[in-house]
């Protein structure tokens, strides 16, 4: 069942779009995350679904039912925010109450579902607590922990975790996906981690100048990406794009010392140059073959990732296996195989397949 739908969905603030025509449906229980580049529209859409922006033109449905022009409070939407907003002078449980206390629901229904919500949270303990003695995970699951007892149905999170080192985001990532298979909770996530899209994800929407560049689950998009936009996008380090040529119907890399990476390539169409697209893991180096210098390398320990200036002056970046001991300065050959290439249009970026 579709638990969140938009229906082409525009919105002008004075006279600039910066959301068009975006339709998106998530299930029921589905975990399903925004990403692209900062301003593409991506809080203004979780503002638009949260009820706090008025559409230009389209429909939101929840649950089925239009709630384009529906109060926020009436919609069952928790909104967690980067930076929480949680009120400075409350308690932990005042804080994760406070929609309950507004309402005036009873004290003890009150008790029960903060006491349950800090369970879940582990929380119990830091109740009495402000939010200034907290740590930020902490404080993030107090965010959580409001939405939660608010008895939202669905949930909408803006970049919850960027402000958290990187030790305590793996654990809110941990965290958070439990909490969603725990409650069947529909999450609609906001992120610029690539590793939090690809890991958390059921399905991804890949945004870019407030429309909707391509969705679907993390490894569709990872291995079918319908365009040079999202290729680049999905996947880190990024894909490596350089120009091909084709020349007498063969694909050729000029700055991979016209390198043939494609035999009688697309005979009848009129194109002779396009971009090609190959990622980082894909690129083998062997130390016979001196062609090309690694200009620096990054030991990540397990992976190196090394970076090449090539003669066009276009970069490239190779990873390599640690244990292969690569070293900045050295000279290597570079190796693609055919299957793992991409090709894309030079002019539209749409994926030529
Ligand atoms: N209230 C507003 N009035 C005018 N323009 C706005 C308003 N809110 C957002 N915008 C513009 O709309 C565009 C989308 O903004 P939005 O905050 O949705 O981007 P975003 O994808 O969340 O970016 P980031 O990743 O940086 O958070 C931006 O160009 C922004 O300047
Ligand atoms: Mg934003």
């Given at each position: 069942m579709v638990a969140v739908s938009l229906s082409k969905v525009s919105k002008n603030f004075d006279q600039t779009e910066v959301i068009r025509d975006v339709s998106?449906?998530?299930?029921?229980?589905?975990?399903?995350?925004?990403?692209?580049?900062?301003?593409?529209?991506?809080?203004?859409?979780?503002?638009?679904?949260a009820g706090l922006e008025e559409p230009t033109n389209g429909k939101i449905a929840i649950d089925g039912e239009d709630v384009t022009f529906v109060d926020p409070a009436t919609r069952g939407i928790g909104m967690v925010f980067q930076n929480y907003a949680l009120y400075p002078h409350m308690t932990v449980e005042e804080n994760m109450s406070f929609g309950l206390r507004m309402n005036n629901t009873p004290k003890p229904e009150i008790?029960?579902?903060?006491?349950?919500?800090?369970?879940?949270?582990?929380?119990?303990?830091?109740?009495?607590?402000?939010?200034?003695?907290?740590?930020?995970?902490?404080?993030?699951?107090v965010a959580i922990g409001r939405a939660l007892v608010k008895g939202a149905k669905v949930f909408l999170f803006d970049e919850p975790l960027s402000n958290l080192d990187a030790e305590l985001r793996v654990e809110m990532r941990i965290e958070i996906t439990r909490l969603h298979r725990e409650l069947g909770a529909t999450i609609i996530y906001v992120t610029h981690d690539q590793t939090e899209a690809m890991t958390m994800a059921d399905k991804i929407v890949v945004l870019?100048?407030?429309?909707?560049?391509?969705?679907?689950?993390?490894?569709?998009?990872?291995?079918?990406?319908?365009?040079?936009?999202?290729?680049?996008?999905?996947?880190?380090?990024?894909?490596?794009?350089?120009?091909?040529?084709?020349?007498k119907n063969d694909l050729i890399i000029p700055s991979l010392g016209n390198l043939i990476v494609?035999?009688?390539?697309?005979?009848?169409?009129?194109?002779s140059e396009i971009t090609v697209g190959i990622r980082p893991h894909d690129i083998s180096l062997k130390k016979s073959g001196k062609e090309h210098k690694i200009?620096?390398?990054?030991?990540?320990?397990?992976?190196?990732?090394?970076?090449?200036?090539?003669?066009?002056?276009?970069?490239?970046?190779?990873?390599?296996?640690?244990?292969?001991?690569f070293a900045s300065q050295d000279m290597v050959g570079i190796l693609l195989k055919e299957k793992d290439i991409y090709f894309f249009n030079n002019k539209s970026g749409a994926r030529i397949t």
């Amino acid at each position: 069942m579709v638990a969140v739908s938009l229906s082409k969905v525009s919105k002008n603030f004075d006279q600039t779009e910066v959301i068009r025509d975006v339709s998106i449906d998530v299930n029921q229980g589905e975990f399903c995350v925004f990403v692209g580049p900062s301003g593409c529209g991506k809080s203004t859409l979780l503002r638009l679904i949260a009820g706090l922006e008025e559409p230009t033109n389209g429909k939101i449905a929840i649950d089925g039912e239009d709630v384009t022009f529906v109060d926020p409070a009436t919609r069952g939407i928790g909104m967690v925010f980067q930076n929480y907003a949680l009120y400075p002078h409350m308690t932990v449980e005042e804080n994760m109450s406070f929609g309950l206390r507004m309402n005036n629901t009873p004290k003890p229904e009150i008790e029960k579902k903060v006491s349950e919500a800090a369970k879940m949270l582990r929380l119990s303990e830091l109740r009495k607590r402000k939010p200034a003695s907290l740590s930020g995970g902490q404080r993030q699951r107090v965010a959580i922990g409001r939405a939660l007892v608010k008895g939202a149905k669905v949930f909408l999170f803006d970049e919850p975790l960027s402000n958290l080192d990187a030790e305590l985001r793996v654990e809110m990532r941990i965290e958070i996906t439990r909490l969603h298979r725990e409650l069947g909770a529909t999450i609609i996530y906001v992120t610029h981690d690539q590793t939090e899209a690809m890991t958390m994800a059921d399905k991804i929407v890949v945004l870019r100048d407030g429309h909707v560049e391509q969705k679907g689950k993390p490894l569709d998009l990872y291995n079918n990406p319908v365009n040079k936009f999202v290729a680049g996008f999905i996947g880190s380090p990024s894909m490596n794009f350089l120009k091909g040529k084709i020349i007498k119907n063969d694909l050729i890399i000029p700055s991979l010392g016209n390198l043939i990476v494609k035999k009688n390539f697309m005979l009848n169409k009129n194109i002779s140059e396009i971009t090609v697209g190959i990622r980082p893991h894909d690129i083998s180096l062997k130390k016979s073959g001196k062609e090309h210098k690694i200009e620096f390398i990054e030991n990540l320990g397990n992976v190196s990732f090394c970076h090449f200036k090539l003669q066009d002056s276009s970069n490239l970046i190779a990873e390599s296996s640690t244990k292969l001991a690569f070293a900045s300065q050295d000279m290597v050959g570079i190796l693609l195989k055919e299957k793992d290439i991409y090709f894309f249009n030079n002019k539209s970026g749409a994926r030529i397949t």
